[in-house]
């Protein structure tokens, strides 16, 4: 769903992954692209290896990563966000701006805090090992000195339980 809806691959994108993990989004992406993705866990990058080396190419690196300017057509974070501070997420938006190619797409997707919100989705987004949840309005000041052309679409129908997401959308 998010793949079909944000990220809108093309044959031929340059697809940048910041923290990959175990490169899941992959199944919902076709081999008809160059995909780099990169996770501080060595573990999680052995098994993105293993499971999809054959297609895409793997790093273990922090957020800090420099990554050649105007050479991603895409960008995403996906889970990245609520595991880093203002400070270190913006060590992230600097770079993955870098990154984008003009007219390029970068996407986070995360959980969020909303007034409406279940009991039991905010209970379970503060269960998350992530500790920096933000609100939308948050993200969105977060991200904006940054990639002035933000957008966050709050989604509710990700998972199968009640949870709340926020993605984030920009272009260079």
Same mark, same amino acid.
């Given at each position: ?16 992954? +910041? ?5 899941? +989004?992959?199944?919902? &992406? ?7 993705? $990169? %996770? ?13 080396? !054959? ?5 273990? *690196? ?11 057509? &895409?960008? &995403?974070? +996906?889970?990245?966000? /609520? !595991?880093?501070?203002? =400070? =270190? *997420? ?19 997707? %995360?959980?969020? $805090? ?8 905010? *209970? ?12 939308? =309005? ?5 991200? /904006?000195? &940054?990639?002035?052309?933000?957008? #966050? ?11 709340? !997401?926020? #993605? ?5």
């Amino acid at each position: 769903m998010v793949a079909a809806e944000y990220l809108r691959v093309r044959a031929g994108d340059r697809i940048l992954d +910041i923290g990959c993990g175990v490169a899941d +989004i992959l199944e919902s &992406i076709d081999d008809d692209v160059e995909y780099v993705g $990169f %996770d501080p866990n060595p573990s999680y990058v052995a098994a993105a290896v293993a499971r999809y080396g !054959h297609r895409a190419t793997f790093t273990t *690196a922090s957020v800090g990563l420099e990554v050649p300017s105007d050479s991603f057509s &895409i960008v &995403i974070a +996906i889970g990245v966000l /609520h !595991h880093l501070d203002d =400070d =270190d *997420a913006t060590t992230l938006f600097d770079p993955a701006r870098n990154a984008l190619t003009t007219g390029g797409r970068f996407v986070s997707v %995360d959980p969020t $805090f909303v007034s409406d919100q279940p009991r039991i989705a905010r *209970a379970l987004i503060k269960a998350d090992r992530g500790r920096c949840v933000r609100t939308p =309005d948050e993200l969105e000041a977060l991200a /904006h000195p &940054i990639l002035p052309d933000v957008r #966050i679409n709050v989604r509710t129908d990700l998972l199968r339980m009640p949870y709340t !997401h926020a #993605i984030l959308t920009a272009s260079k």
